[in-house]
């Protein structure tokens, strides 16, 4: 192993592995598949996030190919929604779902959902979408009423995650601002026939490739698994990945990716980066590192990064001709890092199809 990697070369190389720097993914489908899961409950971010990691992308390609089923949201890895390659879905749930499910089982219990209850609603569900038309929640809402099944307070949603985890449904075409339902069986293919063991150390490749350098840590906190699967996974694919000294121990990449002297990449550019971006959820511990040099562990909301280093916040305002962004910065930036966020700015706005106006302040 190498002498302990610096937090700065670890950001940087793990900006290259999520595709932020480096070759773009051609496509939002493939992007999602590159990682395996992508955080996905605020949705509009996570389009965001999408776009950062594809070749000249919009918010609306990323939609159709939701639409389209290329690309599903549903619950799965931990328990909070998820981006997932309809490819993968199947796969993952038999993976992660029971642990998700183990964990949701209390709170079932408070909400009166009985094992009775979630099966029937199960079949009201499926009953209802047997038509293969998508129905948003409220519309499953009311045909779960219709049958007797309260749905008040957190029950339809609880109903519904449950119905998700149990491989009945997940995403479809989104209907107005509406997500909608539909069957997954029409949504994803078959999982493909391997032991628990193989999906194991498939995630573990998939997620060290995408994300490393991290930890087995990262790995259990990120996948919902258990650091004894990953210390599992790794010995299965043997010298696929390798490992370096960090701070945190050790840390696990792509054998292909790691420098033979342990460095890092170079100044990477400016990233306006979304809430739940994976360069700051996917690690169990955060190593951002500040205009000081220092690494620190704070998740900051929509975090500007710039050559590796967290430099401030940002918030946007749609207008109807233009997206206002304002970025607050921990300090004055050089000339370079100050075109360097133009940029950026510029490349939000042209996803959102507006032209983007920055201010800043420090």
């Not at 949201?73 to 997932?84: E, I, K, M, S, Y």
């Not at 000294?245 to 980066?273: H, K, N, V, Y």
């Amino acid at each position: 192993m190498t002498a302990d990697l610096d937090p700065l070369v670890v950001v940087r190389r793990r900006l290259q592995a999520q595709r932020l720097t480096g070759p773009p993914c051609a496509t939002p489908a493939e992007a999602v598949a590159w990682s395996a899961g992508v955080q996905a409950q605020e949705y509009a971010e996570a389009l965001w996030s999408l776009g950062m990691r594809v070749r000249d992308v919009t918010a609306a390609d990323v939609e159709a190919a939701c639409d389209r089923g290329e690309i599903l949201r549903t619950h799965v890895l931990r328990p909070t929604w998820h981006f997932v390659a309809a490819a993968d879905l199947r796969w993952l749930l038999r993976l992660t779902g029971a642990r998700i499910q183990a964990a949701n089982a209390g709170r079932y219990r408070q909400l009166g959902l009985d094992t009775a209850t979630l099966r029937r609603s199960e079949e009201v569900i499926a009953s209802t979408l047997a038509d293969g038309e998508p129905r948003t929640r409220p519309q499953l809402g009311a045909a779960l009423e219709a049958a007797g099944i309260d749905t008040a307070g957190q029950r339809l949603p609880h109903t519904l995650l449950n119905a998700e985890l149990e491989g009945l449904i997940a995403s479809g075409p989104r209907q107005g601002k509406h997500h909608a339902y539909l069957l997954l069986e029409g949504r994803a293919p078959a999982a493909p026939q391997r032991s628990r063991e193989e999906d194991v150390a498939d995630l573990v490749r998939r997620y060290f490739t995408s994300h490393g350098p991290a930890t087995l840590r990262d790995f259990a906190w990120w996948s919902g698994l258990t650091i004894a699967d990953g210390r599992a996974g790794l010995a299965s694919i043997g010298e696929e990945l390798v490992g370096e000294a960090g701070e945190d121990g050790t840390l696990w990449c792509s054998a292909s990716d790691a420098p033979a002297d342990g460095g890092g990449r170079p100044p990477s550019g400016a990233f306006l980066l979304g809430t739940y971006d994976e360069l700051l959820v996917a690690y169990r511990d955060l190593r951002n590192v500040d205009t000081d040099g220092r690494a620190t562990n704070d998740l900051l909301r929509r975090a500007i990064v710039i050559d590796g280093r967290t430099v401030g916040t940002w918030t946007r305002r749609l207008a109807r001709s233009e997206v206002r962004i304002e970025a607050v910065l921990d300090g004055w930036l050089d000339d370079r890092s100050g075109a360097s966020l133009q940029a950026a700015a510029g490349r939000f706005g042209a996803f959102l199809g507006l032209p983007a106006r920055l201010t800043v302040s420090p």
